[in-house]
């Protein structure tokens, strides 16, 4: 009697291969960017046949679409168990009308920029943020993908905690810049790593330089509060 081929190890193959098309996709993509990243730069940088590119996803376009998915998927990993978790809080209180008060606000804000500070700095950040900044800079479909799956709700959570610290409505034009600019000032951690690294006289950030760069992101949500004659 003939046995049944085992199919498992070939669908485990195939999720590896898939796995490292967009892990060097998104390397390729950030550093040469959408026309500069060939369908062969890709595969050799993955080291897999050029046809696994149309086999997994279609053509390039699929890819990269793909790519800004899976990048939007790896930073959630990170911080949407968190995200989720003060969301539901917040949603808590608002069922039953309690006030998000200004104290838990700075605390789930404290909770936030610890975490964001350790992955603005992390390694793998890298090619993350050269994907971003491209498409900051000139924003395709992937655009899309990579905001709605995480950048808008995180600056959305911002925005409300933001709202009760300051205590002005979460969707007004103060907090929304408000938001934008402290988000900003933690980026620039990974954004401009070199200037920092300059400035500081650090020759590279380890345990001690992140603990540094907490304690400074927690100033920062301390100084939150309204400014003298602000206009709501």
């Not at 590279?204 to 603990?211: D, F, L, R, S, T």
Request: net charge positive; with cysteine; glycine share 8%.
């Amino acid at each position: 009697m003939r046995q049944r081929k085992d199919t498992k190890p070939e669908a485990a193959r195939s999720d590896i291969t898939r796995e490292k098309l967009l892990e060097n996709a998104l390397d390729v993509f950030g550093r040469y960017g959408f026309d500069g990243a060939s369908t062969r730069k890709i595969t050799n940088a993955a080291g897999v046949n050029l046809q696994a590119i149309p086999y997994y996803f279609g053509s390039k376009e699929g890819l990269y679409i793909a790519t800004a998915e899976y990048l939007a998927d790896m930073i959630s990993q990170h911080v949407g168990g968190m995200r989720q978790r003060i969301a539901e809080q917040i949603a808590t209180l608002d069922r039953t009308g309690m006030p998000l008060g200004e104290a838990q606000a700075r605390l789930f804000l404290n909770e936030i920029v610890e975490t964001m500070v350790v992955l603005f700095v992390s390694k793998k950040s890298e090619a993350w943020a050269r994907f971003i900044i491209r498409e900051q800079m000139e924003p395709t479909a992937a655009f899309e993908r990579v905001y709605s799956g995480i950048m808008g709700p995180m600056i959305a959570l911002g925005r409300r905690l933001i709202g009760a610290v300051i205590a002005d409505d979460p969707a007004s034009e103060n907090v929304r810049l408000r938001c934008l600019s402290f988000v900003g000032s933690l980026m620039v951690f990974r954004m401009a790593n070199a200037a920092v690294l300059a400035q500081m006289e650090w020759d590279a950030i380890g345990e001690k330089e992140i603990v540094r760069l907490q304690q400074h992101a927690r100033r920062l949500v301390a100084a939150l509060g309204p400014a003298k004659g602000e206009i709501s």
